[in-house]
């Protein structure tokens, strides 16, 4: 089938997030302009770069986290893990303005280094960023859509040793959750390795890492 999304899919539901999963969940703590912690999932997060680390969330509107991240000009990540998922759905609750979403699901605040925004204390990994580019999404026409893009620099990155396995983040044992389309999740528990063209090694197209 083809279709334009103007047109309509005439599908059950819009398939495009599921064609476009897993994604990494950005759990964003922020602080607002009063300095009171909010904490929400964003299913549209994801790095930019490595080169200087720089990774973007997506907000379908101005709601608190990206109002809260573009007047202190900083957020956190916090990696979502299997065991933190219940809490992670429940900071997807419509709270009002000011109210700590870190209290209403059960969870410990961790200090950061660089930024004042608390992290996710359980959290196998976070990392703290400072906004370098917000904007307003508009389409082709030019119309705004509403939504907004936030790219924050990492300026400072959480590990819990547990998850480190000779030297590397083992993302298996870290339990990392996605969203993908419609209600669905899902979890990490496998992983495969493979060279590319560009590596020093023996590398041939579905040989895997040689």
């Known amino acids: 089938m083809f279709y334009e999304p103007r047109s ?22 922020t602080l607002d302009a009063e300095g009171r ?4 999932p964003y299913s549209f997060f994801n790095m930019v770069q490595t080169r200087t680390p720089l990774c973007m969330f997506g907000s379908d509107g101005l709601k608190h986290t ?6 202190t000009g ?11 998922f219940d809490a992670m759905n429940a900071t997807s609750a ?3 303005q000011g109210v700590d979403e870190f209290e209403a699901a059960g969870l410990e605040k961790g200090p950061c280094h660089m930024v004042r925004a608390p992290r996710v204390a359980a959290s196998p990994a976070a990392l703290e960023c400072k906004v370098v580019h917000s904007m307003e999404l508009h ?3 030019g119309t705004s859509t509403g939504g907004w893009l936030i790219v924050g620099q990492v300026v400072g990155v959480h590990i819990n040793e547990d998850y480190l396995t000779d ?6 044992k870290a339990q990392a959750v996605a969203r993908c389309g419609y209600r ?3 979890q990490v528990t496998e992983m495969f390795a493979a060279l590319r063209p560009t590596d020093n090694g023996a590398y041939r197209p579905g040989g895997g890492d040689h």
């Open 74 to 84: 900083e957020f956190v990540f916090n990696l979502v893990s299997r065991p933190l």
């Open 139 to 141: 389409t082709v026409d």
């Open 184 to 186: 669905d999740y899902s």
């Open 94 to 96: 419509a709270l009002g």
């Open 8 to 29: 309509g899919h005439g599908l059950p539901h819009d398939p495009i997030k599921a064609i476009i999963a897993p994604r990494p969940i950005g759990w964003i703590s």
């Open 66 to 71: 990206a109002a809260n991240a573009i007047a």
């Open 167 to 172: 030297g590397l983040f083992d993302t298996v």
């Open 37 to 40: 912690p909010n904490l929400a």
